[in-house]
């Protein structure tokens, strides 16, 4: 188990603050800069020892490409000071939707997770015990011994999700695998919600699986903010008007051979 007694309040004196809020009390606050020192002094070494990821940017884990695809580890914001942890794949052949452009995202400094989960505890919000084990934050403290509440909730949280991150990637570790998650989560009405884009993600991975008319129709079922959009994301993937007809059309002359 990780000692956490050793990330100390004295470590981080240069990213802390001290205010008064009128409460006649001087609060001392750590700063985002030194949350996320915090948070990668604490879980660099565990994430890279439990899922063989290293930090590519701030507060983001994930390694190198490996069939088309790779997987994240990162912070889900829950507000300025607070924070959950979300996982996925980013994939390498699978461009993204950024304000009104089509881009890709394979690059360190362009990651993106293009599918993801977060853990059931925080879905189900509100003051469940799977909400307040999965969050962690910066919060405000008097006493400099206090320090040490922000540094076990990162440790808690870390450890609450670690097995359904185990899992998650283990069972999505195949395209079969991954689609099958999609089609569960795209039905989810808390990630159809937050995360629209995963009809896309799979109508993108049916397509390299060689399923092209089931991605034909679900592509086009996709709501885009305009057509120039939509034209511009097919032609990123090299999908083309007349490529899918052409493969269409081959794929029905080979159903009428046989």
Same mark, same amino acid.
């Given at each position: 188990?990780?000692? +956490?007694?050793?990330? =100390?309040? !004295?470590? *981080?004196?240069?990213?802390?603050?001290r205010?008064?809020?009128?409460?006649?009390? %001087?609060?001392?606050?750590?700063?985002?800069?030194?949350?996320?020192?915090?948070?990668?002094?604490m879980?660099?070494?565990?994430?890279?020892?439990?899922?063989n990821?290293?930090?590519v940017?701030?507060?983001?884990?994930?390694?190198?490409?490996?069939n088309?695809?790779?997987?994240?580890?990162?912070?889900?914001?829950?507000n300025d000071?607070y924070?959950t942890f979300e996982?996925g794949?980013n994939f390498?052949?699978?461009p993204?939707?950024s304000?009104?452009?089509?881009?890709?995202?394979?690059?360190?400094?362009?990651?993106?997770a293009?599918?993801?989960r977060?853990?059931?505890?925080? +879905?189900?919000?509100? =003051?469940? !015990?799977g *909400?307040?084990?999965s969050v962690?934050?910066?919060?405000?403290?008097k006493?400099p %011994?206090e320090?040490?509440?922000?540094?076990?909730?990162?440790?808690?949280?870390?450890?609450?999700?670690n097995?359904?991150i185990?899992?998650?990637?283990?069972k999505?570790?195949?395209?079969?695998?991954?689609?099958?998650?999609l089609?569960?989560?795209?039905?989810h009405?808390?990630?159809?919600?937050?995360?629209?884009?995963?009809l896309?993600v799979?109508a993108?991975?049916?397509?390299r699986?060689?399923?092209?008319?089931?991605?034909?129709e679900?592509?086009e079922e996709?709501?885009f903010?305009?057509?120039?959009?939509?034209e511009?994301?097919?032609?990123?993937?090299?999908?083309?008007?007349?490529k899918?007809?052409?493969?269409?059309?081959?794929?029905?002359?080979?159903?009428?051979?046989?």
């Amino acid at each position: 188990m990780e000692n +956490i007694c050793k990330y =100390k309040y !004295e470590d *981080y004196l240069d990213y802390m603050s001290r205010y008064d809020n009128g409460s006649g009390f %001087e609060w001392i606050t750590l700063n985002s800069q030194g949350w996320t020192k915090l948070i990668h002094d604490m879980l660099d070494e565990r994430i890279l020892a439990d899922f063989n990821l290293s930090p590519v940017k701030e507060r983001c884990w994930a390694r190198a490409y490996d069939n088309g695809r790779r997987p994240v580890i990162s912070m889900f914001p829950v507000n300025d000071m607070y924070a959950t942890f979300e996982w996925g794949w980013n994939f390498e052949y699978i461009p993204r939707i950024s304000g009104n452009k089509c881009v890709w995202a394979r690059t360190d400094k362009s990651i993106y997770a293009h599918t993801f989960r977060l853990s059931d505890g925080f +879905i189900n919000g509100g =003051k469940t !015990e799977g *909400y307040k084990e999965s969050v962690f934050g910066r919060m405000s403290f008097k006493k400099p %011994e206090e320090f040490g509440r922000i540094v076990e909730e990162i440790d808690r949280a870390y450890r609450y999700v670690n097995k359904d991150i185990k899992a998650y990637f283990e069972k999505t570790s195949t395209d079969t695998g991954m689609l099958t998650e999609l089609e569960t989560i795209y039905e989810h009405k808390y990630y159809k919600f937050l995360h629209p884009e995963n009809l896309l993600v799979k109508a993108c991975l049916e397509n390299r699986m060689g399923m092209i008319e089931k991605a034909r129709e679900e592509f086009e079922e996709v709501t885009f903010r305009s057509d120039q959009l939509k034209e511009e994301y097919r032609k990123k993937i090299g999908w083309s008007n007349e490529k899918v007809n052409s493969a269409l059309q081959n794929k029905k002359l080979g159903q009428m051979k046989k």
